[in-house]
């Protein structure tokens, strides 16, 4: 574990420098039976090292039926740093606000969290952080200005019926209704908010993290990063 006791280290440094009064947890690894990565609790996050064993583990392809394989194959140990880092900003730093609820409130959410990453972590690939496939992440860039002109065309950006936008913003191995032969990239809607923060702060380097994460007016966010689907 000493790479990634290092990883680690360097990267809590960068979570007290933005984030001063956050106590950082205990780390704990442990074998999880092939069930959690980065449990948290109250004073610690849990490592479940059976969960970073490697996309060639022998262990996975027998669990495909709880665990797909599209998900496991990011089960590898340069994923522990990234997915300890994430799973801080999603249950401590930065939850879901409550007040979450269409389409682009939770692609600016979710692209804080990317954001927020990019700020954390050193040499972490866009692959990495946002768990796609190098060839996912081509496909993402390509069809870009596309797809957020097909948000546009479907009024999706404030449709508020979760179990309709969904597909855009949880694991899967493509965009069902987008692309051919199933090779669409996945998580869409977290990929553009991603790409609409990170406008937003290179047009406003003014802004701190804490000052982004604070905001809750997406729309503001939106208008503010002149994001036109590139």
């Known amino acids: 574990m000493d790479r ?17 009064n956050y106590t950082i947890p205990r780390f704990i690894t442990y074998v999880s039976g092939f069930a959690y990565q ?4 109250e004073d610690y996050i ?16 027998a669990l495909v039926q709880s665990i797909p394989l599209y998900i496991s194959r990011r089960f590898t ?12 900003l999603r249950e401590d730093l930065y939850p879901l606000p409550d007040l979450t609820q269409n389409t682009l409130q939770h692609m600016v959410y ?14 972490v690939s866009y692959e990495i952080k946002i768990g796609y496939t190098p060839e996912q992440l081509a496909w993402a860039k390509r069809y870009e200005a596309d797809v957020w002109t097909w948000f546009l065309q479907e ?22 209704e987008l692309g051919e032969n199933n090779e669409s990239a996945p998580k869409l809607g977290i990929y553009i908010g991603w790409k609409i923060v990170r406008k937003y702060m290179d047009k406003h380097p ?18 503010k990063s002149k994001y036109k689907g590139k």
């Open 110 to 123: 979710n692209g804080k969290i990317l954001y927020a990453m990019d700020m954390l972590l050193e040499d």
């Open 46 to 61: 849990g490592i479940g090292l059976d969960m970073f064993l490697g996309a060639d583990s022998e262990f996975y392809p």
């Open 155 to 176: 009024n999706l950006l404030y449709h508020t019926d979760y179990l309709r936008i969904q597909k855009y913003f949880t694991e899967a191995p493509f965009t069902p």
């Open 38 to 41: 980065t449990p948290i609790g």
């Open 4 to 20: 990634y006791e290092k990883e680690l280290a360097t990267a809590m440094k960068y979570v007290k420098h933005y984030f001063p």
């Open 77 to 88: 140990p340069e994923n522990i740093t990234p997915r300890v880092v994430e799973a801080l």
């Open 206 to 223: 003014e802004i701190t993290l804490k000052e982004l994460l604070a905001d809750t007016d997406a729309q503001s966010i939106l208008e």
